[in-house]
């Protein structure tokens, strides 16, 4: 696809990012062995004759001249595959490359301009999340992971105490032993029941007395 003809033609720009290998396309018509020719690639546009700031050369079979080992043609140059290819590719490769064909006669040198542009690799910016610890309880389903909080109880007295509580627990062993706290709890309070029996006898002989005494005020 060309954007002009003429003698000299331009193709679309060729564009890739930094470290990249990027492939100029360059092509000419290779029907026989008679038709292989010599070639140049170069930076900036064609001149009038040869390359300008010329980066490799080749004789039509191999490569004759290179500038760096950055520049490689790597199509068959037998079958008309004159394409550059940079190898991770820098910002400062971006401009415009001639791909000179030689070929025979006067003004047939096939002229092609191409602009390259390198650019720097995009970066990605990820925005802070906050992740819920889950955990997967079946094949298509997850739950959130639960914490146990320890904390320490207020002090109270025995008197509050209950002794009967509904503790969960999570095994056999773990019943038993709430069971045995709370028997070994009732048996450290016995002053407590005696205290309250003492209470109930008082008030009875108290009340007994008294009927007593107005039984005696009624017969006088």
Known sequence: LFLSTGPT??????????????TVPCFY??????????????????PSSKCYRPIIWTDGWRVTEQHSSRYLLLGNLRKGDVSLTILNAEEADSGTYCC???IHGWFNDQ???HK?????????????????????????????SSFTVTGAWPSVS????????????????????VTADLQNMSLLMPG???SEN?????????AVLLVILILALFFT
């Open 9 to 22: 033609v331009s193709e679309l720009p060729v564009v890739g990012e930094v470290g990249q290998n990027i």
């Open 29 to 46: 018509q290779v029907q026989g062995s008679q038709d292989i020719t010599s070639m140049c690639w170069g930076r900036d546009s064609c």
């Open 100 to 102: 000179r064909v030689e």
């Open 111 to 113: 002229r092609t301009n």
């Open 116 to 144: 390259v542009l390198i650019t720097k690799a995009r970066t990605s910016t990820a925005r802070p999340h906050t992740y819920t610890s889950e955990q997967t309880s079946a094949p298509g389903s997850t739950s959130e």
């Open 158 to 177: 025995t008197s509050e105490v209950p002794l009967t509580a509904s503790v969960p627990c999570s095994g056999t062993s773990d019943c038993s032993d």
């Open 192 to 194: 407590h029941q005696y």
């Open 198 to 206: 003492g209470l109930y006898i008082g008030i009875g002989s108290c």
